[in-house]
């Protein structure tokens, strides 16, 4: 193995302000500063790749959720893969590629026992951030666990071009339903629903009449519903929703930026079809990990599953990615290339 050279400073990308709204450009700041010795248990890992999420948002605001939010004047952090350049810790050598959750930086000093040893033989290493990773498990454990798809169901995606929403559209096949319908912003992405999605309707939002268009696709109402929107379509998911039928409450981007829902959901309808709406958090199906990966990583080489990607390049334009995610700049998942 060639000798690397141990960095001594960094860079990385600090929250400079708490948006108002929609964050903008000057809410971050490129940061360079010393690399802290490495202490007994800790590793060194030079970042390849990381990962832009839309719950980052939240975080950016001060206020009490179920991560805590981003701090003023520091690095913000989340998943990230990379090689161990240095350690010193016995559990993870030199070499290894590992994931962790302290991205937005090019290096991170991290406790061996938060990071993750991945095979990169399996998959390529950024498909751990994707497909391998948090979102393609969010997609299954709401398909599987929280609004479990049976055979013969219409299962209903929002933001379905998105990172969990295109693991979502072809697993739902793979799970045994009969008609999946997906919902993307304008022609380009749904065409990517139908022809690399797996998905058998796609409908446009930005074309407006949202509820026709789905009552038009699914004429036998829907079973299922993959929420990663709220609001409106939330709103006309419950409308369309069969008695019994079931919602994964994934996310809610259409309000994250502070905006005011204009159609605001009928719980009441709910009731009355007897529907179960239950919100997830994909931490607390982490012991599903194991078995998601052996079954993902053998959907993806035989085709099953289909992975996309929207890769920015460079350290200094993550800001630009997280952005285009809030906007729904990507297909697939949006990711930040390190090195």
Do not use: C
């Not at 990071?115 to 290493?125: G, H, N, S």
């Amino acid at each position: 193995m060639a000798h690397t050279t141990i960095p001594t400073r960094t860079r990385e990308i600090h929250l400079a302000a708490r948006p108002n709204g929609a964050p903008v450009a000057t809410d971050f700041a490129l940061v360079e500063r010393e690399l802290p010795e490495l202490a007994d248990g800790q590793i060194l890992v030079r970042n390849t790749w990381m990962s832009v999420d839309p719950y980052m948002r939240g975080r950016m605001d001060d206020k009490q959720s179920y991560i805590p939010p981003f701090e003023l004047g520091a690095a913000l952090d989340g998943s990230a893969v990379g090689e161990v350049i240095d350690s010193r810790s016995a559990d993870i050598a030199v070499g290894t590629t590992v994931s962790h959750f302290a991205g937005w930086r090019e290096h991170a000093v991290v406790d061996a026992a938060t990071a993750t040893p991945i095979d990169p033989e399996l998959a390529a290493p950024q498909h751990f951030l994707g497909v391998l990773g948090t979102t393609g498990l969010t997609a299954y454990a709401a398909l599987t666990e929280v609004a479990p798809v049976r055979p013969g169901d219409t299962v209903f995606v929002s933001a379905a071009a998105g990172a969990v929403g295109s693991v979502a559209g072809r697993l739902a096949k793979a799970l045994g339903a009969k008609r999946v319908i997906g919902s993307a912003g304008g022609p380009a992405k749904t065409r990517k629903l139908l022809d690399e999605f797996g998905f058998d309707a796609a409908i446009d939002y930005r074309a407006g009449d949202l509820a026709g268009q789905l009552a038009n696709a699914a004429p036998d109402g829907v079973d299922v519903y993959l929420d990663s929107v709220g609001g409106e379509h939330l709103k006309v998911a419950i409308e369309a929703l069969n008695q019994h039928g079931r919602i994964a409450l994934v996310g809610a981007i259409s309000g994250y930026n502070g905006a005011t829902a204009q159609q605001t959901p009928d719980l009441y309808l709910a009731a009355t079809k007897e529907a179960t709406l239950r919100g997830m958090l994909v931490t607390s199906y982490f012991p599903l990990f194991g078995d998601y990966i052996a079954k993902a990583a053998a959907w993806l080489a035989d085709g099953t599953l289909h992975t996309a990607e929207t890769v920015y390049t460079g350290l200094d334009q993550a800001p630009a990615a997280f952005l285009g995610v809030l906007t729904g700049a990507n297909t697939g998942k949006m990711l930040v290339r390190l090195t």
